[in-house]
């Protein structure tokens, strides 16, 4: 079963105490830390889960987050056949494990390379939601539609695709990047 619900105001102080975790452990081997996905965006209804991208400006740095990463108890998936975008795996509600013993909300986690089709995809169609509310509201009835049509998660994904190329259009992508980020979304 596929669950999304309504915008839940406290998922934005979820992501910051996320976030502070995450940039007190990683010092200055960030360029930044983004909320991103629909848990992001004021309004959106939502699987309740936080994406959040730790961005860095290459391999390099990729490098040095792994470890720390790790050390907070996740365990790197690596691209997971999405090219510049690596995807770090919670194993418990404790990760990460700052050892406070702090129950952390779900969120999916991925260090992504600055400039990347993976972290663009990202931030160019959170910020299109966030700019235009009715845009967001259409979504969102869309996303609650499909979970009740289907369990299958990779269905559920691909089937917002169209939605998601559409706005990515008039937010000026080309139409080749737009037609990668449509075969991404089909990955799992």
């Known amino acids: 079963m596929i669950k999304v619900v309504d915008y839940n105001p406290n998922w934005p102080q979820e992501f910051e ?48 987050v792994i470890p720390v990463m790790t050390s907070l108890g996740y365990q790197f998936a690596g691209e997971m056949g999405i090219k510049d975008r690596y995807a770090f795996n919670a194993v418990s509600n404790l990760n990460p494990d700052n050892r406070t013993g702090t129950l952390w909300p779900a969120h999916h986690l991925y260090c992504c390379i600055a400039g990347s089709l993976a972290l663009n995809n990202h931030l160019l169609f959170r910020d299109a939601l966030r700019d235009a509310p009715e845009l967001a509201r259409e979504y969102g009835q869309l996303k609650k539609r499909l979970a ?36 991404q979304n089909r990955k799992k």
């Open 17 to 64: 105490a996320l976030k502070t975790v995450f940039s007190n452990a990683l010092g200055d081997v960030t360029d930044a830390i983004e909320h991103v996905g629909s848990t992001s965006v004021p309004g959106l209804a939502a699987k309740p889960i936080l994406d959040i991208d730790i961005i860095v400006k290459g391999e390099t740095q990729l490098h040095k």
């Open 148 to 183: 009740t049509e289907t369990s299958d998660i990779d269905t559920y994904v691909s089937s917002k695709s169209s939605f998601i190329a559409g706005d990515l259009n008039k937010a000026g992508l080309s139409s080749d990047l737009i037609k990668a980020v449509v075969e």
